[in-house]
């Protein structure tokens, strides 16, 4: 059975206020713990570091509505909700720069995890441990955390407050810019991987291990262009000492509940559906994944996010080593002629979509049941070793090593029955440009619908300049919408640049 990370809620909100300066009136409550009360022992930095892991299932973040930023605002995903500033969000049309849905809670939940993570790192090098290794990782645990949260918050929103201790209700931050945060984010997951277990017991699974550590930094590195040292991080996992990752056979699996936390995952969120209450901060809180519910077809869940079909084409394009269509398409996408395509029984479910109509399928559980809900436990892969595949294969041809970088493509179309790349391209040869623009439709053949096309096109440039957003419009119209130089960052929720004199709005807003 899965085994997941116990969630405490005790420490969410250890912090000390002032009031007026009135010592009178600053009034402990006997109920509530201190932060200077609580953090005293091994069993408050267990609770102290499972609470940043509880910021996963939180609305913001990794539960709904990071998904509508990384997946719909890419050229894969949109929106027709009839929601219409949720869906206007999703093709960067921003006018209320609070809206909290697809802006200002990921913000929110971001730095609450941050908050979180800086509490650990403060307070737990102060306790007492026998277990002095186990104390370290717990500190490289919440090195990890940061790290990862900066990522995403760097990449959305770019000139953003580096907070690195405590924050209290009076601080008014500093912005600083990616390169400063970029710095940052290199150190503690170098720090993080030093003290980091390759491997967790099975009660622990879920936690970064070392190589989650290097596929992080390799991720940091990619979009950083410095492929020099992503080709070092991504070598630990491939070649070097942690190279305990491999495919799993059936590319399915990286998407049901039924073989999690396997060979093929380097980093994954833990889900599960034992606890039915909302997202808040009570016990009761579900540990559970919205998304399926937000981007099921109609008549099966909201379908407030669709795939673009021109992903559907990609798939057919090319035809496997059988003569058939990719299989991998039956599991990412939704879409009319699945079952026909796929000699699939009838699923039985009341579609209501028209002829060129998608949908992502990765992470739904149509496997085994006929509708979704807000406790979808199936786990989410945020790396799987395919990613770091395809990413190596990039970081090479990048370095002038083409012909290396087949080798590692070839693995991933293997799986999926298709011919070796110089077979089906023989056109490429060791030409940089035409293996890259080939890499980008294995990126999406492989990895579509997974959080990382929006990240993708930012490093290939592809925000940059209008032919390249032109080029873009020509698989997905709502980047007619898209400013360069603007949209390619969301603004800051503009209460926080009310509220603190040091913020400057993103360029642009």
């Known amino acids: ?83 219409v500033e949720l869906a206007d969000w999703t093709r960067f049309k921003y006018v209320n720069y609070n809206f909290w849905e697809g802006n200002s809670v990921t913000w929110r939940d971001s730095y609450k995890a941050i908050f979180r993570a800086n509490q650990v790192l403060a307070n737990v090098p102060d306790i007492t441990f026998e277990d002095e290794s ?39 931050p500093l912005q600083s ?12 997951l170098n720090d993080a991987f030093n003290d980091l277990p390759a491997t967790w017991d099975a009660s622990d699974v ?66 599960g559906d034992q606890r039915l209450g909302g997202t808040g901060e ?64 009838t699923y039985g479910r009341s579609w209501e979509w028209n002829a060129d109509e998608a949908w992502f399928k990765k992470g739904s559980r149509d496997y085994y049941r006929n509708n979704e809900d807000y406790y979808n436990e199936v786990n989410y892969r945020l790396i799987r070793y395919a990613d770091i595949l395809l990413m190596y294969a990039e970081a090479l041809n990048e370095l002038d090593m083409t012909a290396d970088a087949y080798a590692y493509v070839d693995m991933v179309r293997a799986r999926a029955n298709m011919a070796p790349l110089a077979t089906a391209y023989p056109a490429i040869g060791n030409d940089h440009d035409m293996f890259l623009e080939r890499l980008k439709k294995e990126r999406v053949l492989e990895l579509c619908g997974e959080s990382v096309r929006y990240l993708d ?13 032109d080029e873009i419009i020509t698989r997905d119209s709502d980047f007619e919408n898209f400013v360069v130089g603007k949209t390619n960052i969301l603004p800051i929720p503009q209460a926080e640049v009310e509220n603190n004199p040091n913020f400057e709005q993103n360029p642009g807003y």
């Open 1 to 83: 059975m899965k085994k997941f990370i116990a969630i405490s809620a005790v420490i969410c909100s250890l912090v000390t206020f002032n009031a007026c300066n009135k010592e009178e009136l600053e009034i402990n409550n006997p109920n509530a713990l201190t932060t200077d009360q609580y953090w005293a022992t091994p069993d408050d930095a267990e609770k102290g570091v499972n609470s940043i892991y509880a910021m996963f299932y939180k609305d913001g973040l990794w539960a709904r509505w990071i998904y509508f930023r990384l997946d719909l605002a890419s050229d894969e995903g949109f929106s027709k909700s009839p929601w």
């Open 134 to 172: 186990r104390k370290n990782s717990i500190i490289a645990e919440a090195k990890f955390l940061r790290a990862f949260h900066y990522f995403y918050l760097v990449e959305l929103w770019e000139n953003i407050p580096l907070i690195l201790e405590p924050s209290t209700p009076q601080d008014l």
């Open 177 to 188: 810019n990616k390169e400063e945060v970029y710095a940052q984010i290199e150190m503690d």
């Open 206 to 271: 879920g936690r970064p291990t070392k190589g989650a550590a290097k596929a992080m930094l390799a991720k940091l590195y990619m979009q950083d262009h410095d492929y020099t040292q992503a080709k070092a991080a991504l070598e630990y996992l491939i070649t070097g000492s942690g190279a305990m990752y491999s495919l799993v056979d059936n590319f399915q699996d990286n998407f049901t509940h039924l073989n999690e936390n396997n060979e093929e995952s380097v980093f994954e969120i833990q889900y």
């Open 282 to 345: 009570g016990a009761a809180a579900s540990v559970s994944s919205t998304r399926a519910q937000f981007f099921a077809p109609r008549g099966i869940g909201w379908s407030d996010g669709q795939a673009r079909w021109w992903i559907v084409d990609l798939f057919k394009e090319e035809a496997n080593q059988n003569g058939g269509i990719d299989e991998r398409l039956q599991y990412s996408l939704f879409y009319p002629d699945l079952e026909a395509d796929f000699g699939l029984q």
């Open 457 to 469: 096109l930012k490093r290939w440039g592809a925000f940059d300049s209008q032919s390249a957003i």
